[in-house]
């Protein structure tokens, strides 16, 4: 049943980069999934309001926008925490390839799939964009349960006909009919702009025909998708892409088959040349930064802020990359934290007798504020949906977190002893930011999406 009621206590969003907006003691008025009105005191609330009830949170407790991750392997999740020994052409041979092709038995679907949903949700993902396995059968059961779980997701039927195992490969037809077979079930299911859509999704180039990715460029366009797919990964898989198709790289050869536009996702882009950024910005697709995985596979970051400088119209977000990753948004929060540092870090000559002064400047431009808004607002934004979620504003669909900041030691509302330590004497502001870097799953209370308590 949806939210109706007065919620009375703290709001905090981060409607850009560099501010995060703290409201206290305000009243949001929810109804049918909306936000009908902010009003900064009671005096203020609309006439037809009055009659709601009011909801308090108070004391150590606030609330946040739903958490956006925009890239997920859903028949990865069995597998999360483990197998991150090899490089990522080999884990996806030995490893990958044999665990998603499990999903042929929709049972094994059904167990899955819901403990991932239930993992995302405790740990504040609200809307998440998630490739399945390459079976149609397991694919629909993957988005009846984000359906019954009430995430706001985008899902697609994983496609590859070439370079797989045989057990796992597809044939050409068979993908694109599967495909658009797909997109038409959903489209019919949840109709368009339904809280549950498809998402056209060639799983990488080396995996892909010339052929299937025309084919999936052309379903694409003909029913509006939005796209997913991997770009400028890794060195290997560059290397890959460039044996297959000499003298072109990814987002080229996304861009002649008619699969990049701006309902495009490309995961890692850790390794774009500035042309390539361009191009993405020009025709308004999204980089999905993952970075654990990008320094974990890629050993490779995204360069966050020089492309918000330089190309300051290209859309980008934050993906956990279950199972190449950490499994939650906010450890990817805290690497893209760390990832920033990483391209000013001083180069140590360990042979020399001396040491060189470190002459480069340092460049520390995300910071917790910043990361916040990159799986809120900004994440929001690449899906098109910048004026539905990711903030709270007035006439915006309510997917928020209910967040307890207990004392330290003490149980929280959720009956659970809160991670960080606590003080007493904090400001909302540094207890957000404990969160941020410190806090987890025990701090989620409670879940909305669409005004739906959904955790």
């Not at 109804?31 to 909801?55: K, M």
């Not at 597809?170 to 997109?183: A, I, N, P, Q």
């Not at 400088?309 to 290209?314: G, I, K, N, T, V």
């Not at 808004?373 to 928020?400: C, N, P, Q, V, W």
Request: include cysteine; glycine fraction near 8%.
């Amino acid at each position: 049943m949806s939210l109706e009621a007065i919620i009375h206590g703290t709001f905090i969003d981060a409607p850009t980069p560099r501010s995060l907006r703290v409201r206290e003691n305000v009243f949001v008025i929810v109804r049918d999934g909306v936000i009908q009105q902010i009003s900064s005191d009671e005096g203020g609330i609309r006439e037809e309001f009055l009659g709601l009830r009011v909801v308090k949170f108070e004391g150590a407790r606030v609330l946040v926008p739903g958490l956006v991750d925009l890239h997920v392997h859903a028949p990865q999740f069995k597998q999360l925490g483990t197998k991150t020994d090899i490089p990522l052409m080999e884990w996806l041979q030995k490893y990958t390839f044999p665990a998603e092709s499990a999903f042929s038995s929709p049972s094994h679907a059904s167990k899955i799939y819901p403990k991932l949903l239930s993992h995302l949700l405790k740990n504040g993902t609200t809307t998440v964009v998630l490739y399945g396995s390459n079976h149609l059968v397991a694919t629909k059961i993957l988005a009846e349960e984000c359906d019954k779980a009430g995430v706001r997701a985008f899902v697609g039927k994983t496609c590859a006909d070439m370079l797989t195992p045989e057990y796992y490969v597809e044939s050409t037809e068979g993908s694109l009919r599967d495909t658009e077979e797909f997109v038409r079930w959903c489209l019919q299911k949840w109709g368009v702009g339904g809280r549950v859509r498809p998402v056209v999704t060639p799983r990488f180039i080396p995996t892909c025909s010339k052929e299937l990715l025309k084919g999936l460029g052309d379903i694409a366009q003909n029913y509006d998708c939005f796209v997913q797919s991997h770009a400028a990964e890794s060195v290997d898989e560059e290397a890959l892409v460039e044996s297959q198709h000499p003298g072109k790289r990814d987002v080229e050869i996304y861009q002649e088959s008619g699969l990049l536009g701006d309902k495009t996702i490309l995961a890692h882009c850790c390794r774009l040349k500035d042309s390539e950024a361009g191009v993405m910005e020009k025709v308004g697709a999204t980089v999905v930064s993952c970075p654990w995985s990008n320094i974990l596979f890629a050993r490779a970051t995204v360069p966050i802020p020089y492309y918000n400088s330089a190309f300051p119209d290209l859309k980008i977000g934050l993906g956990t990359d279950i199972a190449g990753g950490f499994g939650t948004m906010l450890d990817n929060m805290r690497t893209a934290i760390l990832q920033d540092r990483i391209d000013s870090f001083a180069a140590v000559d360990r042979s020399a007798v001396s040491t060189d002064p470190d002459i480069k400047k340092e460049n520390w431009t995300v910071d917790f504020k910043y990361a916040f808004h990159l799986a809120t607002a900004s994440g929001a934004k690449a899906l098109g949906m910048g004026d539905m979620i990711g903030t709270f504003e007035e006439g915006m669909r309510f997917d928020a977190l209910l967040l307890d900041f207990g004392l330290d030691g003490d149980d929280g509302e959720n009956g659970r002893a809160m991670r960080f330590t606590r003080f007493g004497d904090e400001s909302v502001e540094e207890l957000f930011e404990k969160w941020v870097t410190t806090g987890d799953d025990r701090n989620v209370v409670r879940v909305w999406v669409d005004g739906v308590e959904v955790l």
